[in-house]
C-alpha cells in the first residue's frame, strides 16, 4: 500500500542553515516538516511517556474551527482520561506503530492507517502495548448539535480497507478516501485522505467556505497557497483559512497523499461580539 509519514524529532547540527520554508500568514500557514524538532514539543496532563507537536489550535488570524496534534506515544505510554472538555469530538489517523484504544468500555486495535472517530462525551482512553513508538494525528473539534439530527455513532476503520473514491472526470488521478458518508449530515467534519497519481491536479482555485488542515502523508507536489505556489513534501503541514483559493499539482515521482480535515454540514456561525444573543 503506501506509507505514512512519521516526524522523528532530534535537533539541526549547528552548522546547518537556518532558512527554511516556513510561512505564516493571514491567510494560510505552512510548517515543513524540518519545523518538527525537539525543542517545539509540547506534553499533556494525565498523558504518560506521550509528547507531541501542536500543529494547529484557534486563535486570532490561525485556525478557528480546530485543533490539530501529532501525538508520539512511547512503548507503555498513553491516557486514561485523554479529553478534558465533553463537547469535544476527536478523531484519531495512526501513522505508525499501534495502539489500544477503549471507547465507552469496548477495545479497538490501532495500526497504521487506523482511522477513529470518538463522540463528543464519550470516555475513552489509548494506550502504547508495543515495543516502538505510536505515532498518530489528533484532531479535535468541538461538536455543533443539528436540530432533528442525532450524535455520530464511534467509528473505527482502516484506509488500507476503503477503496478511494475518484473525483469526476478525472479517470482516477485525483481521489478521496472517505470514513464518513458525505450524506451523514450527523457529522460537522470530515476527515479524509486525499490522493493524487503523477501528473494529478486539482483544475481550479478552489476558494469556499470550509477551513482546511493538510498534513502531507507520502510524496511531493507543488500546492497553490492564496497566491503563492509552494512545493510541499511528506511531513509537512497546511492550514488554509476559509476561502483561501487552493489548487495542486502533484508532479510525481510517486502517489502525493494528504491527511485533510474540514468543517462541514453546519450554518455558518453569526454570533460573536458584534451579533450577541
Given at each position: 500500500?503506501?506509507?505514512?509519514?512519521?516526524?522523528?524529532?532530534?535537533?539541526?547540527?549547528?552548522?546547518?542553515?537556518?532558512?527554511?520554508?516556513?510561512?505564516?500568514?493571514?491567510?494560510?500557514?505552512?510548517?515543513?516538516?524540518?519545523?518538527?524538532?525537539?525543542?517545539?514539543?509540547?506534553?499533556?496532563?494525565?498523558?504518560?511517556?506521550?509528547?507531541?507537536?501542536?500543529i494547529?489550535?484557534?486563535?486570532?488570524?490561525?485556525?478557528?474551527?480546530?485543533?490539530?496534534?501529532?501525538?508520539?506515544?512511547?512503548?507503555?505510554?498513553?491516557?486514561?482520561?485523554?479529553?478534558?472538555?465533553?463537547?469535544?469530538?476527536?478523531?484519531?489517523?495512526?501513522?505508525?506503530?499501534?495502539?489500544?484504544?477503549?471507547?465507552?468500555?469496548?477495545?479497538?486495535?490501532?495500526?497504521?492507517?487506523?482511522?477513529?472517530?470518538?463522540?463528543?462525551?464519550?470516555?475513552?482512553?489509548?494506550h502504547?502495548?508495543?515495543?516502538?513508538?505510536?505515532?498518530?494525528?489528533?484532531?479535535?473539534?468541538?461538536?455543533e448539535?443539528?436540530?432533528?439530527?442525532?450524535?455520530p455513532?464511534?467509528?473505527?476503520?482502516?484506509?488500507?480497507?476503503?477503496?478511494?473514491?475518484?473525483?469526476?472526470?478525472?479517470?482516477?488521478?485525483?481521489?478521496?478516501?472517505?470514513?464518513?458518508?458525505?450524506?451523514?449530515?450527523r457529522?460537522?467534519?470530515?476527515?479524509?485522505?486525499?490522493?493524487?497519481?503523477?501528473?494529478?491536479?486539482?483544475?481550479?482555485?478552489?476558494?469556499?467556505?470550509?477551513?482546511?488542515?493538510?498534513?502531507v502523508?507520502?510524496?511531493?507536489?507543488?500546492?497553490?497557497?492564496?497566491?503563492?505556489?509552494?512545493?510541499?513534501?511528506?511531513?509537512?503541514?497546511?492550514?488554509?483559512?476559509?476561502?483561501?483559493?487552493?489548487?495542486?499539482?502533484?508532479?510525481?515521482?510517486?502517489?502525493?497523499?494528504?491527511?485533510?480535515?474540514?468543517d462541514?454540514?453546519?450554518?455558518?456561525?453569526?454570533?460573536?461580539?458584534?451579533?450577541?444573543?
Amino acid at each position: 500500500m503506501t506509507g505514512y509519514f512519521a516526524p522523528k524529532g532530534g535537533l539541526p547540527p549547528q552548522t546547518q542553515l537556518m532558512t527554511g520554508r516556513a510561512v505564516f500568514t493571514d491567510a494560510y500557514a505552512f510548517i515543513p516538516q524540518g519545523v518538527f524538532s525537539d525543542i517545539v514539543t509540547s506534553f499533556l496532563p494525565g498523558w504518560e511517556k506521550t509528547r507531541l507537536w501542536i500543529i494547529a489550535r484557534p486563535m486570532t488570524g490561525f485556525s478557528e474551527t480546530f485543533s490539530q496534534y501529532v501525538m508520539e506515544v512511547a512503548p507503555g505510554g498513553g491516557s486514561d482520561l485523554p479529553e478534558n472538555d465533553d463537547a469535544v469530538q476527536s478523531v484519531l489517523f495512526m501513522t505508525e506503530g499501534g495502539a489500544d484504544l477503549t471507547v465507552e468500555g469496548k477495545s479497538y486495535a490501532l495500526t497504521s492507517g487506523s482511522y477513529a472517530y470518538i463522540p463528543a462525551g464519550s470516555k475513552w482512553a489509548l494506550h502504547n502495548t508495543g515495543a516502538g513508538n505510536a505515532c498518530f494525528h489528533w484532531i479535535r473539534k468541538i461538536y455543533e448539535p443539528a436540530p432533528g439530527v442525532d450524535r455520530p455513532d464511534v467509528l473505527v476503520l482502516n484506509d488500507k480497507d476503503i477503496t478511494p473514491t475518484p473525483m469526476p472526470d478525472t479517470n482516477g488521478a485525483w481521489a478521496t478516501t472517505r470514513f464518513v458518508d458525505p450524506n451523514d449530515l450527523r457529522h460537522d467534519m470530515h476527515v479524509t485522505v486525499v490522493t493524487f497519481q503523477p501528473g494529478g491536479v486539482i483544475p481550479f482555485e478552489e476558494t469556499h467556505v470550509m477551513e482546511h488542515g493538510l498534513y502531507v502523508l507520502e510524496g511531493k507536489a507543488v500546492y497553490k497557497l492564496n497566491q503563492d505556489w509552494v512545493e510541499v513534501e511528506e511531513g509537512d503541514f497546511m492550514w488554509l483559512r476559509a476561502f483561501c483559493p487552493q489548487a495542486c499539482y502533484a508532479a510525481g515521482p510517486g502517489p502525493f497523499r494528504y491527511l485533510l480535515y474540514k468543517d462541514v454540514n453546519r450554518h455558518a456561525n453569526l454570533r460573536g461580539p458584534l451579533n450577541p444573543r
